[in-house]
């Protein structure tokens, strides 16, 4: 229904990496969010000396893109290379008929690059059904392997996998110190939608937005066991059904833990 129906005309500035910044600023706070250094799609207008690396550059409207420049000679690396035309060539409304890419303008984002010792910091996707979070997605790399682990708000292992995401499946996962904030967080971002996933940076002390993504995997993911997809998508038809109360939202700090199936 959202790919082949949904119309919104709030979801193109919101699956855009930088415009849906200022959604998130307003919403849990400016402080939840990567500090931008530039936004275009002209490489030669970037004033270098205003970029305070490490920074990462990326597409604001795809996924799976971007390089990581420690200082000023990958900058320069980067620039001679400049794969900027490949990137907003890139179009997922075309690609997998998600209609809200359709509605912004392809550009090139620098931003802070986050920093988790000698990784990048744990990604926590939370799927969040008018504001009430299903599960969560956490994906990380260690050592050069990549890890993933889908958990109940009660932070309990889902034994579930995503058969196009070839991570290393980890049951024993510490609880986050952050947890409990970063469910409040993603409960109040997706109150208003009868479905976004809410994806979020966590170290042990601070949070920061990633991105709001309204089609995960195109919605072509594939669930072992099936049983999990079924769920997910009873809670999808549950929120498109509600009736909405004039004037109300959800509860942002409400929660709801993935049923047992099987």
């Known amino acids: 229904m959202r790919k082949l129906e949904d119309r919104d005309p709030r979801l193109g500035p ?23 250094f530039w936004v275009g799609d002209d490489l030669s207008k970037i004033d270098w000396d205003t970029i305070t690396f490490p920074v990462i550059v990326k597409p604001t409207h795809a996924s799976a893109l971007g390089r990581i420049l420690n200082g000023i000679e990958d900058a320069k690396e980067f620039v001679e290379d400049n794969p900027v035309p490949v990137w907003l060539a890139t179009d997922h409304a075309s690609i997998n008929r998600e209609w809200a890419y ?17 990784e990048l910091p744990p990604t926590y996707r939370f799927y969040v059904f008018k504001g009430q979070v299903a599960c969560v997605d956490v994906d990380f790399r260690q050592n050069g392997t990549d890890y993933t682990s889908f958990r109940r708000p009660d932070w309990s292992h889902i034994p579930v996998v995503d058969r196009d995401f070839y991570g290393k499946m980890i049951e024993d996962l510490p609880t986050p110190p952050l947890l409990g904030e970063m469910l409040d967080l993603a409960a109040t971002l997706g109150a208003d939608f009868d479905f976004v996933r809410v994806d979020l940076y966590a170290s042990d002390d601070w949070i920061k937005f990633s991105e709001l993504t309204f089609y995960p995997s195109g919605g072509f993911a594939v669930f072992d066991p099936p049983s999990f997809d079924e769920e997910l998508g009873r809670q999808w038809t549950e929120a498109l059904n509600e009736k909405k109360q004039p004037g109300t939202l959800p509860d942002p700090g409400e929660t709801t833990a993935l049923k047992k199936t099987g």
Do not use: C, N
Request: aromatic share 4%; hydrophobic share 40%.
């Open 14 to 36: 919101l699956v855009d990496k930088h415009d849906a910044k200022r959604f998130v600023a307003e919403k849990i706070g400016a402080k939840y969010v990567i500090p931008s």
């Open 102 to 118: 359709s509605q912004i303008k392809p550009r090139v984002l620098i931003e802070k690059l986050l920093a988790h010792g000698e």
